[in-house]
């Protein structure tokens, strides 16, 4: 069955620079139909996009984040991997990595298998 | 970006209450458009996409509907499994974005 995990660190301090690591498993992230978004949402608050790689590594990223965020995987290990330079207390949130797909004849970005998610927070 | 406006942001309903929720785009999205559900302490799960396909296994008492800038996610006959967050999302275009969300409460 399709599963994802997240890891990494529950705690950072600010200025510091955050890396989550996501696992799959039951899909291959070289498979052509398939890619990995991470999300994120702050305690009681909205969801939030922040990057998406595609399985031929193709990349995007959140206009408000782009400049801090870098999204990367490795196929060999079916990690995809997330990182976050600068953290401040403002990202202290539960980041989840979740799966897309393709359906009919269109790559598609709803997400219908999401990691259980990481809290972490950014406190010195 | 496109921003995504849900509404209304709560409802306090009752068991068996038909419950509509609305999420309007500020720019059209054709049919690109995801619904959620979300428990505490719980990821999201995917209940809608394309507007008005059911993703599999979801009940049938859950149904969407819209096309541009106007969408609804309608709960038939609230279940009390159903009470829970509800976000939309905007599948159209890269950066994804999500509505604010919908908490629907017991009356």
């Known amino acids: 069955q399709v599963t994802l995990k997240e890891s990494g660190p529950v705690l950072v301090k600010p200025t510091e620079t955050l890396t989550l690591t996501c696992t799959v498993s039951?899909?291959?992230?070289?498979?052509?139909?398939?890619?990995v978004s991470w999300v994120r949402q702050p305690p009681g608050k909205a969801l939030e996009w922040l990057a998406h790689?595609?399985?031929?590594?193709?990349?995007s990223y959140s206009t408000s984040l782009k400049s801090r965020v870098t999204i990367s995987k490795d196929t060999s290990k079916s990690q995809v991997v997330l990182t976050m330079t600068n953290m401040d207390p403002v990202d202290t949130a539960t980041y989840y990595c979740a799966r897309s797909g393709f359906w009919s004849g269109y790559f598609v970005f709803h997400f219908d298998y999401w990691g259980q998610g990481i809290l972490v927070t950014v406190s010195s | 970006d496109i921003q995504m406006t849900q509404s209304p942001s709560s409802v306090s309903a009752s068991v068996g209450d038909r419950v509509t929720i609305t999420c309007r785009a500020s720019?059209?999205?054709?049919?690109?458009l995801a619904w959620y559900q979300q428990k505490p302490g719980k990821a999201p799960k995917l209940l809608i996409y394309a507007a008005s396909n059911l993703q599999s296994g979801v009940p049938s008492r859950f149904s969407g509907s819209g096309s541009g800038t106007d969408f609804t996610l309608t709960i038939s006959s609230l279940q009390p499994e159903d009470f829970a967050t509800y976000f939309c999302q905007q599948t159209n275009s890269f950066s994804l974005t999500f509505g604010g969300g919908t908490k629907v409460e017991i009356k």
């Open positions: 039951g899909f291959s992230l070289s498979n052509g139909r398939m890619g």
């Open positions: 720019q059209g999205i054709s049919s690109w």
């Open positions: 790689i595609f399985s031929n590594d193709e990349k």
